[in-house]
Structures are given as C-alpha cells and as structure tokens.
C-alpha cells in the first residue's frame, strides 16, 4: 500500500491546548506523524511518496469559501490585534445569540470553532493545506485503480465542518477525499469512520446527501466530545435520510462489543453498494489513549484491519486521532496490514 506524507505537517507545532482548565502541551503533536511514519517505514508497509500541491479547488468542494479565507488570514490578524498568546476564541455564538460573523479576529475565532482547545499559531493553515493535497494525491491513487491507499494526514480533520474548525481538525481531509473520488467518476462513495470520537464535520457536510454514507462507531456523545453530534437518532435529512448512521459506544467498551459493532456498520456499507470506501482511521479506541475511554489492544487493529480487507472495495484511508504517541505507528499500521493480509 503506498502512503503519502507530507513534512509539512510539522509546521503545525503550537505550544497550546486547552485542558483540563489549563494550557497544556497539545496531545496532537508532531511526534505522532513521526511515529506512524517511522512504523510504516520500519514494517515495509509500502511506498512513501510526496503529495502533489493541488491547490484550494478540492477544499472548495465541500468546504465554505468565507470559511478557508477566514483560515487562511487568522494568524496573521491575531498578531496584527497585539496579542501575545496563541489565537483561541473566548465567545461563541450559542442559544438566542446573532449568527453574524464579526469583523473583530477574535469574534471570528468564535464564529469558526466548534470547540475552544485548538489553538491556532503560525504555519497551522499551511500544514492544514498540506494535509489536505496528502488526502487528495491519495485519493487520487485509490481512482487511478489501486485497491488501496494511506493518506498519512495531520492535522487530522473529522471534526472540521463546512465551516467550522475545532477538535484539533481545519480542514476535513476524509470529506474532501471523499468528494474528490464522487468527481472522479465514484457513484457512491462509503465512509467509515473508526476514530474513537464521533465526525461531526465529516456528518455535516454530507447529512443531506444520499450518494455519501457516513458510519461512525464512537464514545457516546452523553459522556465524549464533542457532546452536541453523534447520538444514534442522527440519521440523515432530506435526500440523505437513512444515510447517516451513528453507533455510540459505552464508557469502557471492549474489541469483543466494539467489533459486532463494527460488522453491523460494514453490512451497511455492502447494502449502499459503494464504489468506493474512505476509512476514518483514529487509533484513540486503544486502551491506553489518554483522552478516550475504549479499549482496544494493540492485536485489535490487526483484526479489524481484515474486517475491513475483507469488505474487498476499493479502500483509502485517513488518519485521525490516535494519542498514544508511542504506540500510535504500531496500532495505526497494524490496521493497514491486518487489511493487506484479508
Ligand atoms: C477531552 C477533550 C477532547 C478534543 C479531542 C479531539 C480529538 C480529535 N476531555 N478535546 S480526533
Ligand atoms: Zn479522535
């Protein structure tokens, strides 16, 4: 399987995350991709390749113009207004509240975000553009012919919405892969989404849609974020009714629930009859994730990755979340090769 990689990610490296009422070090860190990297490498998974700069057209498929531009020049006026600090909003608009983007950066921080830990810095938005040309050069190969694919992305993007960030997520690479192969000529396109956390941008953008399935095993939004996306009754609206499936999982939830689970969402997927399926793939289901509360062993992914092989469709996948650092590459290549070896 070959993987595109992009060095760029690493000008995303800001020095803060809100948690726990603290700024912390961010739990997604460069290291992570490093690790992935050194595991695909070490595993000989495959090939390792350099996207393509596509520029904004792709992005521009599924997300807000206004939106990208707003990305796009954040930093920039952050500084420009004096602060000292890393750009993070401080007000949203919630219930009863005007939905006007404002003119002031730090109204349109908390106009844009879905969530208040992400802080924005210096290069976020060209290592959010370079994750989103690794989504699409990959994407590219899976409708070129090959079975399968590795966009080795990050920042990650499945919390990003059609013009919402947060959640560690700018730009929602799995989407705009997923849109990338409908143009390509893919009638319908499956999305399955493994991370441990519920893709409320990726749910967003095509809730309306019936030539996207969106399937998400996820920590139930009563006790995970993001809190307000991903309870089971969110099935999809308009033309995309039935097209939309949420399965919440329980605080604690082990491989023997998780994988019924999982050959529930993969029957759905055969139903759709997709061309063609995208796979979400957070590794933060596994037990020692420090933000998560599933509990996946490393030999998990192994199986699961077979599961998915055996699916036999045309398969990119897209990194997510997975904040283990030191055992992120081995739980997120070990699903590759589980689904190599089905
Ligand atoms: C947990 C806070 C979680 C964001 C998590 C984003 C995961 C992206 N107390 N904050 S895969
Ligand atoms: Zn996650």
Same mark, same amino acid.
């Given at each position: ?168 997520? @700018?730009?929602?690479?799995? *989407?705009?892969?997923?849109? $990338?192969? &409908?143009?390509? !000529? =893919? %009638?319908?396109?499956?999305? #399955? ?45 308009g033309a995309g009714h039935g097209?939309?499936g949420n399965f919440p999982l ?43 509360? @599933?509990?996946?062993?490393? *030999?998990?992914?192994?199986? $699961?990755? &077979?599961?998915? !092989? =055996? %699916?036999?469709?045309?398969? #990119? ?26």
């Amino acid at each position: 399987m070959i993987t595109v990689f992009s060095e760029d990610h690493h000008l995303r490296n800001v020095r803060t995350e809100l948690y726990g009422g603290e700024l912390v070090s961010p739990h997604e860190c460069p290291e992570r991709a490093q690790m992935v990297l050194d595991r695909v490498r070490s595993t000989g998974l495959g090939e390792v390749i350099a996207p393509t700069k596509a520029g904004l057209e792709a992005v521009l498929r599924v997300h807000d113009r206004q939106f990208v531009e707003f990305l796009a020049a954040a930093w920039p006026e952050w500084v420009a207004a004096g602060h000292r600090g890393e750009a993070i909003p401080d007000c949203w608009p919630a219930r009863r509240m005007s939905q006007r983007c404002p003119t002031s950066i730090t109204g349109k921080l908390g106009y844009y975000a879905m969530a208040g830990e992400t802080s924005i810095g210096a290069g976020t938005w060209e290592a959010a553009q370079a994750a989103a040309d690794v989504a699409v050069s990959a994407a590219g190969i899976v409708s070129a012919g090959a079975r399968s694919a590795f966009a080795l992305c990050r920042p990650p993007g499945h919390h990003a919405a059609r013009d919402l960030y947060g959640g560690y997520c @700018f730009l929602n690479n799995a *989407a705009i892969a997923a849109q $990338y192969l &409908r143009d390509r !000529g =893919a %009638a319908r396109v499956a999305i #399955l989404d493994v991370d441990f956390h519920h893709g409320n941008g990726t749910q967003d953008i095509f809730y309306e849609r019936a030539d996207v399935l969106y399937l998400s095993l996820h920590g139930d939004p009563r006790d995970a974020f993001p809190y307000f996306s991903g309870y089971a009754d969110e099935v999809g609206s308009g033309a995309g009714h039935g097209y939309n499936g949420n399965f919440p999982l329980p605080v604690g939830c082990d491989f023997a629930t998780w994988r019924t689970v999982l050959e529930e969402a993969l029957a759905r997927v055969q139903a759709f009859r997709a061309d063609a399926l995208v796979v979400s793939l957070g590794v933060d289901t596994f037990a020692q994730d420090p933000i998560s509360f @599933f509990r996946l062993q490393s *030999a998990d992914f192994t199986s $699961y990755g &077979r599961m998915i !092989g =055996a %699916a036999a469709l045309p398969t #990119l996948f897209v990194f997510e979340g997975g904040y283990a650092v030191a055992e992120v590459g081995i739980n997120t290549v070990n699903v590759l090769a589980g689904f190599e070896d089905a």
